[in-house]
């Protein structure tokens, strides 16, 4: 296993800090003391709090961006590709939880291009999400449905899982996949 950079502790400690606590309530000298240094030690790796929200935000942000531009472009049934929208979710909330937790509560604390940046990606994934589900529509393979309130129900589900599994004691990531891509899709085929 690759033995993690000081920067990348920084931010991984952050982010349980975050998830905990919440971005604006956790300081500097927070992390500093969750890691046994001196606050000052960490403005030799990272600038402060606000890279490391971005650092975090933007990192998964571009993960579900990269796993959508791939989905997009397959030549596989749109249906097929809700699925695979439905398993990325699930592997990034297993993969990044806590990170996750930062994405969908603290990403308003982002400033300037760095705000703009992931709302950019956020939007045009939703986007690239609306278009396949009314793919789905056009060519009979989804109930005809308001493509808004299907695209709706389905990322409130998704971008909640991490706080459901975190709960629920982390079921496995196949019984999982298999489980929630069958009762999301049952209400849309």
Request: no cysteine; aromatic share 6%; glycine share 4%.
């Amino acid at each position: 296993m690759k033995t993690l950079s000081r920067k990348d502790e920084i931010i991984l400690v952050a982010a349980h800090l975050f998830n905990e606590k919440g971005y604006k309530a956790v300081s500097m000298r927070d992390i500093a003391k969750a890691m046994d240094i001196k606050a000052a030690s960490l403005y030799n790796h990272i600038s402060g709090k606000q890279e490391i929200l971005s650092e975090i935000i933007l990192k998964v942000a571009e993960e579900f961006t990269v796993g959508m531009e791939k989905m997009v472009s397959e030549s596989i049934s749109a249906i097929k590709k809700v699925e695979k929208v439905i398993e990325l979710h699930i592997d990034i909330t297993v993969n990044h939880s806590e990170a996750l937790a930062a994405l969908n509560n603290d990403w308003m604390h982002l400033e300037s291009e760095n705000l703009k940046a992931f709302v950019q990606m956020r939007e045009d994934y939703e986007e690239n999400f609306r278009s396949i589900i009314k793919e789905g529509i056009d060519n009979g393979e989804i109930k005809s449905y308001h493509p808004e309130v299907i695209l709706f129900s389905i990322l409130s589900t998704l971008r909640t899982l991490y706080l459901w599994n975190q709960k629920r004691g982390k079921l496995d990531v196949n019984i999982l996949k298999k489980d929630m891509v069958s009762v999301l899709i049952k209400g849309i085929k």
